[in-house]
């Protein structure tokens, strides 16, 4: 099992670097800029693949918590603080070195809180709201969990663009490049482009491996069991509750870093981020993987928002992710991806049985 | 406030509600005969809406109104019959996904059939300005419209559900498919006219609410999540109690204008429908031992 992980991994980090020597080699780099924005929302899928394909609990809501991170870093890195210069508060987090001076478009001294303090406050913001709103939202099952969590999205939604200080239906521009170390920053420049592929596939990555370790481990293990039979699970001493619980909130924070890194690469995001479409643009995307296939949700997040990104789609776009939904649902609901669909081709093609099926 | 504004608020209020109650009862008639709950239901209410109002160019009113109700009927009988009717015990969430992918594609045909425009039937007699005064409110008559019939229709709803036969076969599958079964019902045509009637109905809301309220190719997702609150505070399946409970919703709505922003309207009702999600699921006239039994 170890090595198999290890071979995946390994491929996809040789997969990630191929396809950018390929871009370099035949002049077309310009599809970096919606393959690193496919990277940032593959990142949301694959917290979602985690929650809704081990743990077996959908979410309708994880646009709200990509934009929970989104915003909060935008509005701390864009929002002025200098009319607020002289108040204790201000004055402190100054001296603790949390805010940065910079001049914004028009000349004008902007003084405002750091990125990387910012991608902080949004993450620890989201934890909080994850356990708040998960606590009760995950007791439920079926229907009313699908409810509660598109009525929690649509919360997010209704807040974003009602709110004139988070620009309401305009969003939030002009956020600033995060610089994650002296030579590396996160932001939308042309001559950036290359090292922002490396830090969103890189980012995407280190979740993948994460994730796998959870999945490979007595984590997994009791994931599954819960998805398999929960009253089962909880007969054998397993805390349902608990690991649901902690599984929602992680994929929660994979969905607000995704917004975060996603907002100062973009310089800035607006209420679409947040809407009910999206979210279910994940879960389509989780489905058409194979629900509980963290490789699958992968390569299928990659491409579709790709193609999507590229407008290859045209004004079909939430159409074909409607489509897509019902025909996995209908055919194939265990995935396109599902790795007995490889067998059997393979099985097909090679004309003799699968060792592994006895 | 003085008491003639306080009416005003009423008087809107119940407008909304009675249009969430629309809505819930569609609700209610699928889940009865299925257990499902369909996310597709507010964009039956758009469809309704918006094929009357292509429809008016060559019919009168009355005339447009019903072959709207017909063709959404249709709409959904056929929806029904393709994507429902052939599955062998499909999973919840595979439910829950199906119907939602149905309402995107529904949503996205009519965006390509009608545009992204807001489109409106007249008004049914008068026109906008026209009001009806009554003590110190002003009326305006397609609010009576709205609740005299939705009042007629949830009427001749529990007349068909109480005696006749195909109304009380519906409610024996609800009940126990199997045993429905064995008495020789068709439990499957059941479930597609199940479908057919929540289509029309939808679509009767869709008509008689859209000169106030207006229909456009997205508006069907808001209303779903607000006839759903309502189904749920009335207790799932419990079509009179939805009628009580969109009436609260609708008037707790239309005094929250009143201390916050309109733009927060939709945050105040999703959160009761999550505090009663999360505090009383079997809805506030439902039986909790009844919940209970059901699986959701």
Not at chain 1, 168 to 177: E, T
Not at chain 2, 268 to 275: A, C, G, K, R, T
Request: hydrophobic fraction near 50%; charge should be positive.
């Amino acid at each position: 099992m170890r090595s198999r992980i290890h071979r995946a991994l390994f491929g996809l980090v040789a997969a990630v670097i191929a396809v950018q020597q390929v871009t370099a080699y035949t002049g077309s780099e310009y599809y970096l800029t919606q393959l690193t924005m496919s990277a940032y929302y593959s990142l949301v899928i694959v917290g979602l693949c985690l929650l809704m394909g081990y743990a077996g609990q959908i979410s309708l809501g994880h646009a709200g918590f990509f934009a929970i991170g989104g915003y909060i870093s935008a509005f701390l890195t864009t929002h002025d603080l200098s009319p607020l210069k002289d108040s204790g508060i201000v004055s402190f987090l100054s001296k603790a070195g949390l805010l940065s001076q910079r001049t914004d478009l028009y000349g004008g001294r902007l003084l405002t809180v750091q990125p990387w303090a910012a991608c902080i406050v949004a993450i620890l913001a989201t934890v909080v709201i994850a356990y708040i709103v998960g606590g009760p939202v995950l007791r439920l099952k079926g229907h009313y969990l699908a409810m509660a969590t598109l009525g929690f999205g649509t919360i997010i939604y209704r807040i974003a663009i009602g709110t004139t200080a988070l620009g309401a239906a305009d969003g939030l521009s002009d956020v600033p490049p995060f610089r994650l170390l002296p030579f590396l920053e996160v932001s939308g420049e042309m001559s950036d482009r290359v090292q922002n592929y490396y830090i969103a596939w890189g980012l995407v990555i280190l979740a993948v491996l994460f994730s796998l370790n959870i999945i490979h481990s007595r984590i997994g293990r009791a994931l599954r069991s819960i998805h398999g039979a929960e009253d089962a699970a909880n007969a054998m001493g397993i805390d349902t509750a608990r690991y649901k619980l902690n599984t929602f909130v992680l994929s929660a924070v994979f969905a607000s870093v995704a917004g975060v890194f996603l907002t100062h690469y973009n310089g800035g995001i607006g209420p679409s981020e947040a809407s009910i479409m999206k979210s279910v643009r994940y879960v389509a995307i989780v489905a058409v993987g194979g629900m509980a296939n963290l490789w699958g949700a992968l390569v299928m997040g990659t491409l579709l928002n790709f193609l999507s990104l590229r407008g290859y789609l045209g004004t079909y776009d939430d159409a074909v992710f409607g489509g897509i939904l019902i025909i996995i649902m209908l055919f194939v609901p265990q995935g396109l991806l599902h790795v007995d669909v490889f067998r059997g081709l393979r099985g097909l093609v090679l004309r003799r049985p699968n060792e592994k099926e006895t | 406030m003085n008491f003639d504004l306080f009416f005003q608020y009423i008087v809107a209020g119940i407008t909304y509600g009675t249009i969430y109650a629309v809505v819930a009862i569609g609700f209610n008639i699928i889940y009865n005969a299925t257990g499902i709950i369909n996310f597709a239901q507010g964009e039956f209410v758009m469809l309704g809406g918006m094929t009357a109002v292509t429809l008016l160019r060559y019919l009168p009113l009355p005339a447009a109104v019903l072959a709207a109700m017909i063709i959404t009927m249709l709409v959904g009988g056929l929806i029904e019959i393709l994507f429902i009717r052939w599955l062998y015990k499909p999973s919840v969430l595979r439910m829950i996904i199906i119907t939602i992918g149905l309402s995107i594609l529904i949503r996205e045909t009519a965006l390509h059939i009608w545009g992204e425009g807001v489109k409106a039937l007249p008004y049914f007699t008068g026109t906008s300005v026209s009001s009806i005064k009554l003590g110190g409110v002003f009326i305006s008559p397609q609010v009576l419209w709205v609740v005299g019939i939705s009042a007629v229709m949830v009427a001749l709803l529990n007349i068909f559900f109480s005696y006749t036969i195909t109304g009380r076969q519906m409610r024996a599958c609800s009940v126990n498919r199997d045993a429905a079964r064995l008495c020789g019902i068709n439990a499957k045509n059941m479930v597609t006219l199940s479908f057919m009637l929540s289509a029309a109905i939808g679509a009767l809301g869709g008509c008689i609410v859209s000169p106030i309220t207006y229909v456009q190719y997205d508006s069907g997702t808001p209303l779903a999540i607000k006839g759903f609150t309502v189904a749920i505070l009335g207790g799932l399946g419990n079509s009179v109690a939805a009628v009580a409970a969109g009436l609260v919703l609708g008037i707790l709505e239309s005094f929250s204008i009143w201390v916050m922003p309109a733009a927060y309207k939709d945050v105040i009702s999703i959160s009761i429908l999550l505090l009663i999600l999360f505090v009383r699921p079997s809805g506030l006239f439902g039986s909790k031992e009844a919940a209970d039994l059901k699986e959701f």
